[in-house]
């Protein structure tokens, strides 16, 4: 269900769109091909029955990252129109027609770990591969001057900025297509992540 979303300047004065990101993997009793097949009909339920607030929601298999103790899983990636969406999806995710997909997922799950980026620049694009690459950077340096050179030299990226601290992950995230790689700035650290989606 890939969809093209517009960028931030196309919602106006409204609330900038996010991400609600979300790493897991399963119990290593778990069979793969059964904890995705559940995954997918989480999925599937939501857009179905489709709370307010959401535009659409995905799953990407992911190599081994630091947040998942240096082991593979997956990522999921929600985009939400507003905060204002993220109580009603948190709501909606255990009841009703979604309760069940959701609990039988949720059951086959060793371990997850949360976090909500919000749109910089660029236009979202749930691709059935894309590679993410997650930037630290250093104390004191200014974000802005530091990924705006790389906003010009790669024009079909998507820049992701951490909300809070809820988890694990980096502060920055942007997202190209398969294949392609962006340069870290000068003193910050990076990690390319490549996914290929359920």
Not at 6 to 17: A, I, R
Not at 30 to 48: I, N
Not at 127 to 135: E, N
Request: aromatic share 10%; with cysteine.
């Amino acid at each position: 269900m890939p969809c093209l979303l517009g960028t931030n300047e196309s919602l106006g004065h409204q609330e900038k769109m996010l991400a609600y990101l979300f790493w897991h993997r399963p119990y290593p009793t778990v069979e793969t091909g059964r904890y995705e097949e559940s995954l997918l009909r989480f999925q599937h339920s939501l857009v179905e029955h489709r709370p307010a607030g959401l535009r659409d929601v995905t799953s990407y298999r992911i190599p081994a990252v630091p947040w998942l103790g240096d082991r593979g899983g997956y990522e999921d990636w929600c985009y939400v129109e507003g905060s204002w969406a993220l109580d009603i999806l948190n709501g909606f995710a255990v009841a009703g027609e979604v309760k069940a997909p959701h609990d039988t997922a949720a059951g086959q799950m060793e371990i997850g770990h949360g976090g909500l980026y919000t749109l910089i620049w660029g236009t979202p694009n749930l691709s059935s591969r894309h590679a993410v690459t997650w930037l630290t950077r250093p104390r004191g340096v200014q974000w802005r001057s530091a990924l705006e050179p790389l906003r010009t030299q790669t024009p079909e990226a998507v820049f992701w900025r951490r909300q809070m601290v809820l988890g694990p992950a980096p502060e920055f995230a942007v997202v190209v297509p398969s294949g392609q790689q962006i340069r870290v700035p000068d003193g910050w650290t990076g990690l390319q992540v490549s996914g290929e989606r359920l």
